[in-house]
């Protein structure tokens, strides 16, 4: 079946701008969870949603960054008035359940460049 | 600091070789995660556990939850097994992954 799919997959913006960027989860999966790799850093969690549940949003940088997932299946991340260190690739993963027996998927990633 | 360590940062080997690499965090967890990244590609995640071992073809992941560490190997490593291959943990009664920093796995012919 369909894997976790993400759009763009390329994103090039001027420095001020907003940004969103998408991600589909596989269906049926409740939780879906956001992570960013930074260039020559490793992967940190930005923000969960489980269900209908409040999401963890502990990861996120600054109050520029939101995100919201409508109807429990696609997500979008939101990254107001970019700035040069917000460059990095965004990577989105899902999950059957949010229990630690349940494999994470992730999708290939937005490479986002601000410039 | 970060709470999962990975070793080596780098490691490059000939063909046929076996690989490991080690993964070890800093307090309990609920669930180890392998993940494996090609350069510009995405992440395929290679396995879960949270206690004993697993494996699929090559690849062989132990975790020892007492000591808190697991290891990756590789058996008759080839050159398509260049990649990052990174540790991830949830944490007991934390439901984000914590991520290590990544092996980069370079095999020459």
């Known amino acids: 079946g369909a894997g976790v799919s993400q759009s763009p997959s390329n994103k090039v913006t001027e420095k001020g701008k907003d940004v969103e960027l998408r991600c589909d989860p596989i269906?049926?999966?409740?939780?879906l969870y956001w992570y960013r790799q930074s260039l020559g850093q490793g992967l940190e969690f930005l923000i969960y949603?489980?269900?209908?549940?409040?999401?963890?949003k502990s990861g996120l940088p600054s109050d520029r960054f939101s995100a919201e997932r409508t109807g429990g299946s696609v997500s979008t991340l939101t990254i107001q008035r970019t700035q040069q260190e917000d460059s990095a690739v965004y990577l989105c993963?899902?999950?059957?359940?949010?229990?630690?027996?349940?494999?994470?998927?992730f999708g290939p990633g937005t490479r986002l460049t601000v410039t | 600091k970060n709470e999962v360590e990975q070793s080596p940062q780098n490691l490059t080997a000939q063909e046929g070789e076996f690989i490991t690499i080690n993964c070890s965090y800093s307090?309990?967890?609920?669930?180890l995660h392998w993940l494996q990244q090609h350069p510009g590609g995405g992440i395929v995640s290679l396995f879960m556990?949270?206690?004993g071992k697993k494996k699929h073809g090559r690849l062989i992941a132990t975790i020892n939850i007492q000591e808190k560490h697991s290891s990756l190997h590789i058996t008759a490593s080839h050159p398509r097994d260049s990649a990052v291959y990174i540790c991830?943990?949830?944490?007991?009664?934390?439901?984000?992954?914590?991520f290590g920093q990544g092996t980069r796995l370079t095999i020459n012919p």
């Open positions: 993963a899902s999950s059957l359940r949010s229990e630690f027996s349940y494999e994470q998927y």
């Open positions: 269906s049926g999966h409740t939780a």
């Open positions: 307090v309990g967890i609920s669930a």
């Open positions: 991830a943990v949830r944490f007991q009664g934390a439901q984000k992954l914590v």
């Open positions: 949603f489980q269900g209908n549940s409040a999401p963890d």
């Open positions: 556990l949270s206690s």
